[in-house]
């Protein structure tokens, strides 16, 4: 069976690349999926992306990936700080999380410092802009092509 992975963008991801590039970067969200997709190709792996500026939809595709998924990658974007009904579904659904961010959460505003979803997540990688993503995909394929051997 082929390895298949969820990948969640949160809210205000959809803007990428048209507002703030100073922080967030001149790629697009397109333009991330694009480069998660060349790397699963080489990984063999498979991709179901999604992003929503919603809470409760991005709960829906995380409680929906029981069984569908191997893994998690996810940028909650805002909901990191603040969501523990996003932490409560990556938890129920008990498969490895690798939360990803952008910037450096750490170099910023002392509220960014809190993450939520760290403490179910098997790592977390952050600051280096859409770079994150692709180093996160890695590390949770390594992770479950380890944890299958
Ligand atoms: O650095 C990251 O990836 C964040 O998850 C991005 C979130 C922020 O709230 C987190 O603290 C760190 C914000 C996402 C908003 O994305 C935008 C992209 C372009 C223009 C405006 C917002």
């Known amino acids: 069976m082929t390895t298949k992975f969820m990948i969640l963008h949160g809210p205000n991801l959809n803007m990428l690349g048209k507002r703030e590039p100073a922080i967030y970067g001149g790629q697009t969200l397109e333009d991330v999926n694009t480069s998660l997709m060349e790397l699963a190709a080489e990984l063999g792996c498979k991709l179901s992306i999604f992003q929503s500026n919603s809470e409760g939809a991005l709960i ?40 990803v961010h952008l910037s450096n959460i750490h170099r910023r505003e002392s509220f960014r410092h809190i993450s939520m979803v760290a403490p179910v997540a098997i790592g977390q990688i952050c600051g280096f802009g859409g770079d994150s993503y692709l180093l996160g995909l890695r590390a949770l394929f390594n992770n479950v092509k380890n944890s299958l051997n």
């Open 60 to 99: 829906d595709f995380i409680q929906s990936s029981a069984g569908e998924c191997q893994g998690i990658l996810i940028n909650p974007a805002a909901f990191t700080h603040t969501s523990i009904a996003i932490r409560d579904a990556l938890s129920a659904v008990g498969l490895p999380v690798v939360e």
